[in-house]
C-alpha cells in the first residue's frame, strides 16, 4: 500500500479552513466551524479514502494571526552575516521558548506544514492583499514544501481574485485555484486534484484514483436520486382512494390523501438528504430550500404552484383547494377511455380486476380521487430542485438558490410525460395504495423510464 | 460474542438477507445500525461484501436470520412433501391408465389420461414463462413455506426472494425449475410404474370410435408413433392397428402397442420435462453464479457513505491550548498632546483620511511591518492626548492586530476605535471587533468621533 498524500491546511485565521476540509470529506462532522476568529486551535487530521483505502490526508491547522511578529521574530534569530535557509530558521524558531508562548499557533501551522508532504493555503478573496498576509506567506514558503493557493469565498461578487493572483504570482505561486467551499463548482474537486497531481508528481497516482471514484460517486448519486425522484412520482400518480360520494366522507379522504402524498414527499427528501450525506439536523439543512418558506409552503396551497410556475387550469386555479384530485368517476376526462385501453392492453387479469372493481365502483356510486397532474408536475419541481442544490453545495453552509431554472420548462405546463401517465392506470405501482406490487417488472421499467426523463432534463448531467 | 451459528449461508442466502433487510428498511425506515455497520468495516472487503456483512448482522440480531433457516427447512419440507404427492400422482396416473387389467386397455383414453394434464399444464406454463408471469406452483411453495415456517419474520421472507430473483431475472427460471422438476417426477414416476405393470400382468389395447374411420385411426397411431419410433419404440403394424378395433390375443400385438404407450409416454410426457428441467436448471445456476446486489439501487448508495465513508475524521494530533495569549488590557499613558487619527489595515480603494477638523494629525493607514514601526516610533517620541485607531470590521479580527492597537494605546493619554462603516460587512464580524475591543477596555464607536478627536469631548 502506498502512503497516503499529507496535506496541511494553512492560511490566515477565519478564512474557512475547515469549511474546505469537510467539503472535501463530504461530511458535516468534522471540526467546529463559526463566523468567530480562531475556532479551530488545533491540528485534526481527516483522510480521503477510495474503497476503505486512504489515499490523502489533511490536516486543519490553526489560523495564523500574527505572523508580522512571527518575521520579525525569526529575523532577529538570523544572526548578522549568517547564512542559513528557511528551514533551519523555523527549526530553530520551533525549538525557542516563543514557539510554546506567544506564537504558540503558528509553531502549530508550522510544524504540521513541515512534517506533510505539501501545503494548502487557503485565502479569503474577498480580503485585499495586505500586507500581513504577504509576510504569512512569506513564513510559510520558509518551511520549503510546495504551497497550493485556494481562493475560497468567491462565489459573492466582492471577491478580488485577480488581486490575489497577481500577488501569488509575484511570489512564484502561478498554479491556484477558486474554490468556494459553500458552493464549489461542480468539477472544482477534479480541478483541485488535477491541479495537486501535477504539482506533487509523486502522489499522482493517490490522485488519479481520488479523481476517478469521486466522480464515479457523484454520478452514481445523481442516478440514484432521479431514481427516489422517479419513485416518489410513480407512487403519487398511481394513488387513489375510493369513497362513497358524500361530501363529508369525500372531504375526510381527501385528507387522508394529501396527508399521504406530504409525508411521501418528505420520505424522499430525507432519502435524498442521506444520499447526498447532509444529517436532518445539520445546520446546513436549514438553509435549504426546505425551510426557506418556499419549501414550507404546503404542497396543495395553490400559492405554492404559482411560486413555482407550474400552469394550472379550470378549476384548480379558480378554487381555494388544489389536487383536490380528479374525479374518475364522473368527470374523468384525464382518466378516460385511453386509461383504460392501457390497462388492458397492459394484462388482462389485471385490467379484468380493475375494470371489475371501477365498474362495482360505478354501480354503488363511489368516487375515485387521485392526485393531480400540477401536484405531480410540482413534485418533481421541488424535488429536482432540492436535488441539485444537493448536488451544488459544499458540506460548508449558507447561499440561496436559483428558482428559475429554464431546464423545469417542461414540467411547468403540467404535463405528465408517458410513463407517468401509465402509472395512472396501475393502482398496484404506488405503495401508499393496499394490495401495492412495488416489484413488479413493469414498474421497475416504468421507474427507470421516469429516471432517465428526469436526467435528461439536466443536460449538465 | 455470540457462538457460531448451527447453519452457515449460502451465497443466496445472503443475498436474501440483504434484500429482505432493504425492504425493510425501505419500508419503514433505517435501522438501528452503528454495531452492524462497525462489524461490517471490521470485515472489510468491497461494498458488496459491506453491505452483505452489515445485512447478515442485522438480520440476525433482528431474529431474520433464525427465519430464514426455518423458512429454509419449512420450504425443503414443502419440496419433500410435493416430490412425494408427485411420485403418487404419477403411480395412480399409471396405475389408472391401465385399469385393473380386466377390460382391454382403450389405448387413446390411456394416453389422454396419462399425457393430457401434463400438456395442459405444460402450455399454460410456457404462455406464462412468456409474458413473465410467475408459476402458480412456485407461488404456492413460497405460501406454503411461509406458513410452516411459523415465523412472523418470515412474512418479509418470500418478497424478499421474488424480488431479488425477478430482479436478476431468475425467478421464473428459478420457477421453471420446480414446475418442471415436479412434471418430471409425475411422467417419469408414470413411465416407470407403467413399464412395471406392462412387464408383470397381461393388457389386452383396444381402440374405439363412433366418428371416426379406421382410416383415421390407423394414420393417427403412426404419427404418433414416428417420432417415438426414430427412438427404437416400436410402432403397431396397420394390420394390427386395423385388428385392434377389438383387442387382439396375440403377444406381437400386445407387445408393439405397449411398446407404442411406452414410447408415446416418455417421448411427450418425460422428455420435454426433462428437457426443460436441465434447461432451467442451467439457467438457474448460471443465474445465480452472477447474482450480485444491485449496487445501483438508491439505498445503497446511501449505504455507501456509512459504509465506505468518502473521509474520516483522524481526531486531534496537537492539542489545543489551555488558553491563547492575550494581549492585556490598556492602560493609557500619563499625558500627551495634540489628536491623531491613523487607519489601520484599510482597503486602498477607500478614500482616506476623512476630512478633518484642524489640530488633527493623520498619521496615514498602517498596514506594513513598516509603517507599524514607523508609526510607533513617532507616537514614543510625541504622545498623542487623543488617538483615534479606525478599524475595517470586515477583517477578522486577529490577534496580530489586536497586539498593535493596544501598542498604540498604550502611547496615547486617550484612544477610541472607529470601526469605520463599511458595506457587506458581517454584523457577526462586528460584534466581535467590540467583544475584543471590551477586553482591551478600549472605547468603539460606529460614527467617526471627530468632535471627539478636536476638542476631547462629545
Not at chain 1, 489515499?55 to 495564523?64: E, K, Q, S, W
Not at chain 2, 470485515?43 to 440480531?61: K, S, V
Not at chain 2, 431468475?170 to 406392462?198: C, D, Q, S
Request: charged share 25%; net charge neutral.
Amino acid at each position: 500500500m502506498t502512503e497516503p498524500l499529507r496535506l496541511a491546511i494553512v492560511g490566515h485565521t477565519n478564512v474557512g479552513k475547515t469549511s474546505f476540509i469537510r467539503t472535501l470529506m463530504r461530511s458535516t462532522r468534522f471540526g467546529e466551524v463559526s463566523p468567530r476568529a480562531s475556532t479551530t486551535r488545533h491540528v485534526e487530521g481527516a483522510s480521503l479514502k477510495v474503497d476503505g483505502q486512504e489515499v490523502v490526508r489533511l490536516y486543519d491547522t490553526p489560523g495564523m494571526e500574527d505572523a508580522m511578529s512571527l518575521l520579525d521574530y525569526i529575523e532577529q534569530l538570523r544572526r548578522p552575516g549568517e547564512r542559513r535557509d528557511g528551514p533551519a530558521l523555523i527549526a530553530q524558531f520551533l525549538d525557542s521558548a516563543e514557539a510554546r508562548g506567544q506564537f504558540e499557533q503558528e509553531a502549530k501551522v508550522l510544524r504540521q506544514l513541515l512534517a506533510s508532504d505539501a501545503g494548502i493555503y487557503v485565502i479569503d478573496a474577498r480580503e485585499p492583499v495586505l500586507p500581513k498576509y504577504v509576510d504569512e506567506l512569506e513564513v510559510l514558503a520558509m518551511c520549503g514544501k510546495p504551497l497550493f493557493p485556494v481562493l475560497n469565498f468567491v462565489a459573492g461578487n466582492d471577491d478580488r481574485s485577480d488581486a490575489w493572483r497577481e500577488a501569488l504570482a509575484r511570489r512564484g505561486l502561478h498554479a491556484l485555484l477558486s474554490f468556494d467551499s459553500v458552493a464549489p463548482p461542480l468539477d472544482g474537486e477534479r480541478r483541485l486534484y488535477e491541479s495537486l497531481a501535477l504539482m506533487l508528481e509523486k502522489a499522482r497516482p493517490q490522485l488519479q484514483r481520488l479523481i476517478a471514484d469521486r466522480a464515479e460517486q457523484a454520478e452514481a448519486r445523481r442516478r440514484s436520486g432521479a431514481k427516489l425522484i422517479a419513485e416518489l412520482l410513480v407512487d403519487v400518480t398511481a394513488y387513489r382512494i375510493s369513497v362513497a360520494p358524500e361530501a363529508d366522507l369525500v372531504a375526510e379522504a381527501m385528507r387522508e390523501l394529501r396527508q399521504r402524498v406530504r409525508r411521501r414527499e418528505q420520505q424522499c427528501v430525507e432519502a435524498l438528504l442521506q444520499l447526498y450525506g447532509f444529517d436532518r439536523d445539520d445546520a446546513v439543512t436549514g438553509e435549504l430550500p426546505l425551510a426557506e418558506g418556499r419549501w414550507e409552503e404546503d404542497l396543495f396551497h395553490p400559492e405554492t404552484l404559482k411560486q413555482l410556475g407550474v400552469r394550472v387550469t379550470g378549476g384548480v386555479a379558480a378554487g381555494a383547494t388544489v389536487g383536490a384530485g380528479i374525479d374518475l368517476m364522473v368527470g374523468g376526462a384525464s382518466f378516460g377511455a385511453g386509461a383504460l385501453l392501457g390497462a388492458l392492453a397492459g394484462g388482462a387479469a389485471q385490467a379484468g380486476r380493475q375494470l371489475g372493481a371501477r365498474l362495482l365502483g360505478k354501480l354503488r356510486g363511489e368516487r375515485v380521487l387521485s392526485v393531480d397532474d400540477a401536484i405531480i408536475a410540482l413534485l418533481a419541481l421541488r424535488q429536482q430542485h432540492l436535488q441539485r442544490a444537493l448536488e451544488a453545495r459544499g458540506h460548508a453552509a449558507q447561499h440561496k438558490l436559483n428558482i428559475d431554472d429554464p431546464r423545469d420548462a417542461d414540467w411547468r405546463k403540467a404535463k405528465l410525460p408517458e410513463p407517468l401517465t401509465k402509472a395512472r392506470a396501475h393502482p398496484e405501482w404506488s405503495t401508499l395504495n393496499p394490495h401495492a406490487r412495488p416489484d413488479q417488472a413493469d414498474r421497475r421499467a416504468a421507474i427507470a423510464a421516469v429516471a432517465k426523463l428526469l436526467l435528461a432534463d439536466r443536460p449538465d448531467a | 460474542m455470540t457462538a457460531k451459528p448451527p447453519h452457515a449461508l449460502n451465497k443466496l442466502d445472503r443475498l436474501w438477507l440483504a434484500e429482505a433487510v432493504r425492504l425493510t428498511e425501505a419500508h419503514a425506515g433505517q435501522l438501528e445500525d452503528a454495531d452492524a455497520n462497525r462489524h461490517a468495516r471490521a470485515r472489510g472487503g468491497d461494498l458488496e461484501q459491506l453491505i452483505l456483512t452489515r445485512a447478515e448482522r442485522l438480520a440476525e440480531r433482528d431474529g431474520l436470520r433464525t427465519a430464514l433457516l426455518h423458512w429454509r427447512q419449512a420450504a425443503t419440507l414443502v419440496l419433500l412433501a410435493l416430490a412425494v404427492f408427485a411420485v403418487f400422482t404419477g403411480a395412480g396416473l399409471a396405475a389408472a391408465a391401465l385399469g385393473n387389467g380386466e377390460r382391454p386397455v382403450n389405448v387413446f383414453w390411456a394416453l389422454g389420461s396419462l399425457l393430457g394434464l401434463h400438456l395442459f399444464t405444460l402450455i399454460g406454463w410456457l404462455l406464462g414463462f412468456a409474458s413473465g408471469g410467475g408459476a402458480g406452483l412456485g407461488r404456492l411453495w413460497l405460501w406454503l413455506s411461509g406458513k410452516l415456517a411459523h415465523d412472523a419474520r418470515a412474512v418479509q421472507l418470500a418478497p424478499a426472494l421474488l424480488s431479488l430473483l425477478s430482479r436478476a431475472g431468475l425467478a421464473r427460471w428459478g420457477l421453471g425449475l420446480l414446475a418442471n422438476g415436479f412434471w418430471l417426477l409425475i411422467t417419469g414416476t408414470a413411465l416407470l410404474v407403467l413399464i412395471a405393470m406392462l412387464s408383470t400382468r397381461r393388457y389386452g389395447f383396444s381402440w374405439e370410435t363412433t366418428l371416426l374411420t379406421t382410416d383415421h385411426i390407423v394414420a393417427l397411431t403412426q404419427r404418433l408413433g414416428a417420432l417415438p419410433a426414430l427412438l427404437g419404440f416400436p410402432v403397431p403394424a396397420p394390420a394390427v392397428i386395423e385388428a385392434s378395433s377389438v383387442a387382439l390375443d396375440q403377444e406381437a400385438a400386445r407387445q408393439s402397442w405397449a411398446g407404442w404407450l411406452l414410447g408415446a409416454m416418455a417421448v411427450y410426457g418425460v422428455l420435454p420435462r426433462l428437457l426443460l428441467t436441465l434447461l432451467c436448471g442451467w439457467r438457474w445456476r448460471r443465474g445465480l453464479r452472477r447474482l450480485r446486489l444491485d449496487l445501483s439501487l438508491p439505498e445503497y448508495q446511501v449505504l455507501r457513505t456509512r459504509l465506505q465513508p468518502p473521509g474520516e475524521t483522524l481526531g486531534v494530533s496537537d492539542a489545543a491550548p489551555d488558553h491563547l495569549p492575550q494581549p492585556p488590557p490598556v492602560i493609557a499613558a500619563g499625558t500627551g498632546c495634540g489628536a491623531v487619527l491613523v487607519g489601520i489595515e484599510l482597503d486602498q480603494d477607500r478614500p482616506w483620511p476623512p476630512p478633518l477638523p484642524t489640530g488633527v494629525a493623520d498619521a496615514g493607514v498602517v498596514s506594513s511591518r513598516q509603517q507599524r514601526q514607523a508609526l510607533l516610533e513617532a507616537l514614543i517620541r510625541q504622545p498623542p492626548a487623543r488617538l483615534l485607531i479606525a478599524c475595517d470590521p470586515r477583517r477578522s479580527v486577529d490577534r496580530g492586530t489586536l497586539k498593535l492597537i493596544a501598542e498604540l494605546a498604550r502611547l496615547a493619554a486617550a484612544t477610541r476605535v472607529w470601526l469605520v462603516a463599511a458595506e457587506g460587512a458581517d454584523p457577526a464580524r462586528r460584534e466581535q471587533w467590540r467583544a475584543a475591543l471590551r477586553e482591551l477596555r478600549l472605547e468603539c464607536r460606529e460614527e467617526a468621533p471627530l468632535t471627539w478627536l478636536e476638542s476631547g469631548h462629545d
